[in-house]
């Protein structure tokens, strides 16, 4: 193999995903040669030594294909001078480069590594300046080497930034003694892939460590599938399945990790069950603060409640069903309300009165929701301001592993507020639901609403079923669709669709309208139409911000994967001006339509709001929509601006957090709205192709539904009304605690 040794004058290509690159070396020597291969930590104007075989490409020419390299330090003045001004080291531009090398000559890198203090000497470096050049030195190499030792492991370098920026120059001892924390700590590292460095690194396969983190990987992924907790034997029956352990060593790992806190384990009638201690934190403290609102004294309303909401009736020119005058007056009376209704039973105009019947009683009332979209509608339909709940409650971030997300209001800190109402309270997991009800005081009355026949919150736990199904909360039940709600064939199909009966199609003048289309390719093509072409154009709806295509599925033709490449391709395709940036399967690029999907506490954003005031937070959330505004590639940042106002700023390390949203899933969607919905209805999985999925799907549509398939998998979602069951112990909680406060 050929050796030589100099500068990578030029990076002509670096796959940022796994560091493959293509480049030109500018040897010791003078000469020039192309290098291709993988060098994953080297950038622009770096110096190494390089290992290969020379190879002859028809169209390229000469190049050395690398298969060893390391980095090396440039030894001449000149050489040194080219290394510092290539911006490789932050805070040394071209003319402080030209400074140090002037100062201190070819001992330019051993001052910065050895005598730092040193740089003090050079023209125009203060304390400052010095300590941005020492700690960016000090970082470039420790991370050269972090990328350099996992690399061999198959950790890509996007990867390896995440894990130095975790655990710092401790991130190699970290590893070595116990690789498994990756899986905990990094996000895009599953419990796989740190098997397989704890495998690489020689580490026993019956060792506690892996014990462990597999059954705290197998129970986590248990809760992702919306279970509080783990049937033990299930748990037990998976995890084996997954690192081939016996049994009773499984057994035992599972205890060690409830002796030590980790795991929660309970009996429930004939089986033992284990949750991990959040969920079961969140759970017992849910179900305890229900049951002290449900049965909270309140203060006795001495006004006619009935006179008062026929004033407003009067006053606001309404007609109220029976059982919204019920749910008003029960608002008032209960410290815990539920309202639950499908679309069009006036839920909206319901809230409205009950706001305003509050603020006739002189009680402050605080209005949220669980998303941003949803906080934004329940001001835009109540006339007040309505927060997120995470606003709501303050929402902090702690570097602290140990506590992660914080809230500011809590039991300590509740919520100033006589009234609380939430809406799209189906949404809220039982993690959020317990964050929120601990920030509400006492005597302080909650009013829950929502749609229980949605599909239920994405997070653990079915929280707003189990408290209906409980009995021990006041239900009201809103079931008339009013005349104005009945001349939309949204609502009325999605009514029709709820009951198990077959929608209304194609009526004229009218709302819901479905294509027959037989071939997957065939409803791609026309669905690719309907949103770029036929819709704009005769309805005047802009492809982007009023329309929205949901899939019930990730995968296959009309999957969110391929409808978000084919959408971008047809709504935002490259152009000249337009900056991009590859990140593994996808390109973003400004313009596009993206979604936060996971939960950040810490990310952080500015807020620019109508009246010209300015203000910062910190949490962008699992489902927040808004659009690539700015790509750089020079400070490595993307900017979002979200629809709540929210512009957030990425570094390219975090753009695993973002996904393009021309098209997202059923499930993604909830607590949205939107102008229009396209649906592609086509051949799934049937435990996706469900009743619930379909109407969760129309009841996000406010003006237009159009469906795009086979009427036949149409039947099929209406006809498969089986709603999985989630193993959650609120319900038989909420029974037990009532018992025990009523003696």
């Avoid at 004058?9 to 020039?32: A, H, K, M, P």
């Avoid at 909401?309 to 007609?319: G, P, R, S």
């Amino acid at each position: 193999m050929l050796e030589l040794e100099g500068r990578l004058r030029d990076v002509i290509f670096q796959n940022e995903s796994n560091g493959y690159t293509v480049g030109v070396l500018e040897t010791n020597d003078d000469e020039e040669i192309t290098v291709v291969g993988y060098l994953p930590t080297v950038r622009e104007g770096e110096y190494v030594k390089v290992k290969g075989d020379i190879k002859f490409h028809d169209t390229y020419g000469e190049q050395l294909e690398v298969k060893e390299y390391r980095p090396s330090a440039p030894t001449t003045e000149d050489s040194i001078l080219h290394y510092l001004a290539s911006g490789v080291i932050k805070g040394i531009g071209r003319k402080m480069a030209e400074r140090i090398v002037d100062q201190f000559g070819t001992e330019s890198l051993e001052v910065i590594e050895k005598e730092p203090e040193r740089l003090r000497e050079v023209s125009g470096v203060g304390k400052k300046k010095a300590q941005q050049i020492i700690e960016s030195f000090k970082a470039q190499n420790q991370l050269r080497e972090i990328i350099l030792f996992l690399s061999k492991y198959g950790v890509t370098p996007n990867l390896a930034v995440k894990i130095y920026k975790k655990y710092k120059e401790q991130a190699i001892p970290m590893i070595q003694e116990n690789p498994y924390r990756l899986a905990e700590d990094i996000y895009g590292i599953g419990f796989k892939v740190a098997d397989g460095i704890a495998s690489s690194m020689g580490i026993a396969r019956d060792s506690e460590y892996r014990l462990h983190a597999g059954t705290n990987y197998i129970l986590n992924r248990i809760h992702m599938e919306g279970h509080t907790y783990a049937p033990k034997a299930q748990l037990v029956r998976e995890t084996k399945g997954l690192l081939g352990s016996k049994e009773e060593r499984i057994e035992a790992a599972i205890e060690t990790l409830a002796l030590n806190g980790k795991l929660q384990l309970e009996r429930l009638d004939d089986e033992l069950i284990v949750y991990a201690m959040a969920y079961y934190y969140a759970e017992t403290g849910v179900a305890k603060k229900v049951i002290e609102l449900s049965e909270a004294e309140l203060e006795e309303v001495t006004i006619n409640l009935e006179e008062e909401i026929a004033d407003i009736e009067e006053e606001e020119d309404l007609d109220l069903a029976s059982n919204q005058k019920e749910a008003v007056k029960e608002g008032v009376q209960n410290g815990m309300l539920v309202i639950t209704g499908g679309p069009g039973t006036g839920k909206t105009t319901t809230l409205n009165t009950l706001i305003k019947l509050f603020e006739k009683l002189e009680m402050t009332v605080t209005l949220g929701a669980p998303t941003g979209r949803a906080s934004k509608r329940m001001t835009e339909t109540s006339g007040m301001e309505a927060k997120t709940i995470h606003r709501l409650l303050e929402i902090g971030y702690s570097e602290d592993d140990n506590l992660g997300m914080m809230f500011n209001r809590d039991e300590d800190n509740p919520l100033e507020s006589d009234v609380l109402i939430i809406d799209e309270a189906s949404m809220i997991d039982i993690t959020l639901m317990n964050s929120f009800l601990k920030a509400v005081q006492k005597g302080t009355r909650v009013v829950l609403v929502g749609d229980i026949d949605q599909l239920p919150s994405v997070g653990p736990g079915n929280v707003l079923r189990d408290i209906i199904d409980s009995g021990v909360v006041k239900v009201v039940k809103l079931n008339e669709i009013f005349r104005q709600a009945k001349e939309s064939m949204i609502v009325v199909n999605a009514h029709k669709i709820n009951q198990g009966q077959y929608p209304l199609l194609n009526k004229k003048d009218k709302d819901f309208f479905f294509i027959t289309k037989r071939e997957k390719e065939e409803v791609l093509h026309t669905l690719l139409d309907v949103v770029k072409s036929r819709l704009p154009n005769h309805y005047k709806y802009s492809p982007t911000s009023d329309i929205q295509v949901l899939t019930p599925m990730k995968k296959g033709e009309v999957g969110t994967l391929n409808l978000n490449t084919s959408l971008q391709q047809k709504l935002n395709p490259p152009r000249g001006e337009k900056k991009e940036k590859k990140m593994k399967d996808k390109i973003f690029r400004e313009g596009d339509k993206v979604m936060q999907i996971r939960n950040n506490y810490s990310l952080k954003w500015v807020n620019h709001d109508s009246s010209a005031f300015e203000y910062k937070g910190e949490g962008v959330f699992n489902g927040d929509m808004g659009y690539i505004v700015r790509i750089d590639r020079e400070s490595e940042e993307l900017e979002v601006h979200f629809d709540d106002n929210k512009e957030v700023v990425y570094d390219f390390t975090k753009l695993d957090e973002l996904d393009l949203a021309y098209a997202t899933t059923v499930h993604k969607s909830q607590g949205s709205e939107f102008s229009v919905i396209v649906m592609p209805v086509t051949w799934g999985p049937p435990m996706l192709l469900t009743r619930n999925l379909f109407y969760t799907a129309v009841t996000r549509a406010k003006e237009l539904v159009v469906l795009i398939g086979e009427e036949k998998f149409l039947r099929m979602m209406i006809d498969n009304d089986k709603i999985i069951t989630r193993h959650s112990g609120l319900g038989r909680r909420l029974s037990k605690y009532r018992e025990v406060v009523k003696g």
